[in-house]
C-alpha cells in the first residue's frame, strides 16, 4: 500500500547513498556501521514525513485563514534556533544577574564573526 507520505524511490536511493558517506565503514564494526547507517536513514525520513505532514497542514490553514496564518504555523512547529548575535545578546544580558551563568564562549565566538573593519 503506498501512503500519500511516501517518499519517492529516488530520495530512498540518495539518502542511502548519503548514508553510505555519513558513515563510512573504517570507522565502527559491521553492526554498529549498519546501525548507525539506519539511524541516520530513520531520523532523515521522520523529519521528511514530519515537514511533509506540516506542509499538507500549512496548506490547508492558508486556504482558510491565509498566507499568514500558514506562516505562523510553520514558525510555531519549526522554530529557528537563535542566531549567535541573539545567543550573544542574551548572555551579555546575563554578565549583571548575580544568579546567571555568563557564556563567554559565546560572546567570544560573536565577536569574532564580526567583521575586522
Not at 541516520?40 to 505532514?53: L, M, V
Not at 545567543?87 to 544568579?99: H, M, S
Amino acid at each position: 500500500m503506498n501512503h500519500p507520505i511516501t517518499p519517492p524511490p529516488e530520495l530512498v536511493q540518495q539518502i542511502s547513498l548519503q548514508a553510505i558517506d555519513a558513515v563510512p565503514d573504517d570507522e565502527l564494526g559491521a553492526i554498529e556501521i549498519d546501525e548507525a547507517r539506519d539511524e541516520y536513514i530513520a531520523s532523515f525520513f521522520a523529519q521528511w514525513g514530519a515537514d511533509q505532514e506540516l506542509e499538507a497542514c500549512a496548506h490547508r490553514q492558508a486556504l482558510l485563514y491565509g498566507n499568514r496564518a500558514a506562516n505562523e504555523l510553520r514558525a510555531a512547529r519549526r522554530p529557528k534556533p537563535p542566531s549567535l548575535k541573539e545567543q550573544a545578546l542574551e548572555a551579555f544580558d546575563r554578565i549583571n544577574d548575580p544568579e546567571g551563568t555568563i557564556d563567554w564562549d559565546t560572546i567570544r565566538r560573536a565577536i569574532e564573526a564580526l567583521p575586522d573593519d
